[in-house]
């Protein structure tokens, strides 16, 4: 029966089913009912592994094709009208030629399966924020994932009713062939197709490919920011909670920073942090002329392998019940769950290692795959904020962008206004870990931690939001961190983790005049004693060897942003290309 009258959504619907041809269509409502009955199905299957009732209530485990464990940037598409609109940093291909390549896979690809009408929202449906999307799939697990990551059912649509505002996306496994894997998106359409993968990055179309690629297409149109950013809320000994958003690349903390545990001192003293959203943030002028930010989102999706009681005790709170897990190791003793790093070593009895075969470790190989995840509800989360729900929002005191840099990035610094602010964002950079593929020590220049997720060209998007700010006289002040600075040995100088709430403090101290700082070329730095240090082994000198400018690494690095600058040609925006020429000078030799 279908659950909705309308015509924009059953036009899209029929034509697809005409296409794709499934045996059955079944319309998704969101109840428990209909989805203990999917999970029921998934297990007879074999596609979900039900975990230990009593230590993990209504978790499974869920094993992907080897060929699918990841997010295939090489496969992913921005297909807007023009190889410009999209920009340098995206693959395109022309929009026809395209839907003649999805048409060509598409066809026929769900005879003898079952098509799933997924209606979902992002953000709180009926809130002010929220938009809308529905989403074909032939996925149990898809339907699964996408009841926990966003809201699902009925009221979704009836909040739509007739309108043709929404995100409509379609999704087929087909034969999770690697060499037809596509995942497509249609700007000036509204339109996402995702075919031959059945990796959550890929497919679970609410996360990257709606929530940023899409949305920053829509946020650019309609005056708002979409961005792959925490959400914080400090909470001082005053009892005012202070809010700030961030954007890291991976490897660089985000996702402990956005459940950060105050130290010990400050917890005593009465600090708490609040968490918001660890991905994503729908970032909006208000009437005031801040900015405010909702997360769209509804759950985590978030990487196994390093989550642990000691690393991130919310974060592995969080999944504790309703989770699904993809890629871990299975303890068939007591149906529970290992990744890397959760413990020193793998716990006792019969393991069974991602690939679903027996493993104990002792050849070297990972249990667990290096990317595999967690699908985890948010409000399981200890310290979820209050404000999740609420959707109306929350005014951002601070943007804060980070990167991993051993020398030339200061702990933290403030840029000199709002337009250099985005010079800031556009120049984030990361140096790679032995973790990752290739050489170690090689700079990755993402922007704004968007590169993989920015819906058009990247110029356009730096001049966006240097638009913002004809709209937000009381816009937030942005500032970039550096948890990563090492001595000549390589050994981290900065604590991080928890202590990182100490800069924080600054940071939020600098939004409300209650700290100075010295004006260096780079922006204004916090003044050593201005950090505060109690209960730590950094002292004061570490503190100001951290602080510290190497000119020598900044012209160096002038000469990455340069060469990284030249792919836009004249659609750099004029601003960029003097704070940078203004940088050059001033470490010149």
């Known amino acids: 029966m279908e659950l909705t009258q309308n015509r924009q959504v059953l036009s899209a619907?029929?034509?697809t089913a005409e296409l794709t041809q499934p045996d059955e269509i079944v319309w998704i409502d969101g109840s428990e009912a209909q989805l203990d009955a999917l999970r029921a199905l998934a297990v007879?299957?074999?596609?979900?592994?039900?975990?230990?009732?009593?230590?993990?209530?209504?978790?499974?485990?869920?094993?992907?094709?080897?060929?699918?464990?990841?997010?295939?940037?090489?496969?992913?598409?921005?297909?807007?009208?023009?190889?410009?609109e999209a920009g340098p940093t995206n693959n395109w291909m022309d929009p026809d030629e395209m839907r003649g390549i999805l048409h060509g896979i598409l066809a026929g690809s769900m005879r003898?399966?079952?098509?799933?009408?997924?209606?979902?929202?992002?953000?709180?449906?009926?809130?002010?924020?929220?938009?809308y999307g529905i989403e074909l799939t032939d996925s149990v697990y898809v339907v699964l994932n996408m009841a926990i990551m966003t809201r699902v059912g009925k009221d979704v649509l009836d909040a739509m009713g007739d309108s043709a505002d929404f995100i409509f996306g379609v999704h087929a496994m087909c034969e999770l062939d690697p060499e037809k894997r596509y995942i497509v998106h249609f700007p000036e359409e509204n339109r996402i197709v995702s075919v031959n993968s059945n990796y959550g990055g890929n497919v679970l179309q609410g996360k990257k490919c709606f929530s940023l690629r899409i949305a920053s297409v829509l946020g650019r149109n309609e005056g708002w920011l979409a961005e792959h950013m925490l959400i914080l809320g400090?909470?001082?000994?005053q009892g005012e909670i202070r809010y700030v958003t961030g954007a890291f690349p991976s490897a660089c903390g985000k996702t402990n920073?956005?459940?950060?545990?105050?130290?010990?001192?400050?917890?005593?003293?009465?600090?708490?942090?609040?968490?918001?959203?660890?991905?994503?943030?729908?970032?909006?002028?208000?009437?005031?002329?801040?900015?405010?930010?909702?997360?769209?989102?509804?759950?985590?999706?978030?990487?196994?392998?390093g989550t642990s009681e000691k690393s991130n005790p919310n974060a592995l709170a969080s999944t504790s019940r309703d989770t699904i897990f993809t890629n871990v190791v299975l303890n068939e003793d007591d149906r529970t769950v290992w990744w890397e790093g959760m413990t020193k070593t793998p716990p006792e009895g019969r393991l069974v290692n991602w690939k679903g075969e027996p493993w104990d470790g002792s050849d070297?190989?990972?249990?667990?795959?290096?990317?595999?995840?967690?699908?985890?509800?948010?409000?399981?989360?200890?310290?979820?904020?209050?404000?999740?729900?609420?959707?109306?929002?929350?005014?951002?005191?601070?943007i804060i962008f980070g990167g991993r840099r051993a020398k030339t990035a200061p702990l933290v610094y403030q840029s000199r206004d709002w337009a250099h602010g985005v010079f800031v964002g556009a120049t984030m950079a990361s140096e790679t870990t032995a973790a990752a593929v290739g050489a170690v020590g090689v700079v990755r220049r993402d922007p704004m931690a968007m590169r993989p997720f920015?819906?058009?060209?990247?110029?356009?998007?730096?001049?966006?939001?240097?638009?913002?700010?004809?709209?937000?006289?009381?816009?937030?002040?942005?500032?970039?961190?550096?948890?990563?600075?090492?001595?000549?040995?390589?050994h981290f100088l900065w604590p991080g983790f928890g202590d990182n709430l100490r800069v924080l403090e600054w940071i939020l101290k600098r939004c409300f005049d209650e700290a100075d700082a010295d004006v260096t070329p780079i922006g204004f730095v916090p003044k050593p004693e201005d950090i505060n240090l109690d209960g730590t082994d950094v002292t004061r000198d570490t503190l100001r060897e951290i602080l510290s400018l190497d000119a020598a690494s900044w012209r160096e690095n002038c000469a990455g942003i340069r060469e990284y600058f030249e792919q836009f040609g004249e659609r750099l925006p004029a601003s960029l290309r003097a704070d940078l020429e203004a940088l050059e000078a001033a470490f010149a030799e």
Request: some cysteine; charged content about 20%.
């Open 44 to 84: 007879e299957s074999g596609d979900l592994i039900p975990l230990n009732e009593e230590k993990l209530p209504g978790c499974y485990l869920a094993r992907s094709n080897p060929n699918d464990v990841a997010r295939v940037e090489d496969r992913t598409f921005i297909c807007s009208r023009t190889r410009e």
């Open 13 to 15: 619907l029929h034509k």
């Open 234 to 237: 400090i909470q001082n000994p």
């Open 112 to 131: 003898g399966r079952t098509m799933y009408v997924i209606p979902y929202s992002m953000g709180p449906v009926g809130s002010e924020f929220a938009k």
């Open 454 to 490: 920015c819906g058009y060209n990247m110029a356009d998007y730096w001049q966006h939001w240097l638009d913002m700010e004809q709209v937000l006289p009381n816009a937030p002040k942005i500032f970039n961190v550096n948890w990563f600075r090492t001595d000549e040995e390589g």
């Open 257 to 305: 920073l956005a459940m950060l545990i105050p130290p010990e001192g400050y917890r005593k003293n009465g600090w708490k942090c609040w968490t918001v959203g660890d991905d994503i943030a729908w970032l909006r002028p208000g009437k005031d002329g801040r900015l405010w930010a909702v997360n769209p989102e509804n759950g985590f999706f978030g990487v196994a392998p």
């Open 364 to 398: 070297g190989t990972k249990g667990a795959h290096p990317n595999s995840r967690f699908t985890a509800p948010a409000r399981n989360c200890p310290c979820i904020s209050p404000e999740f729900e609420s959707g109306t929002a929350v005014p951002i005191s601070a």
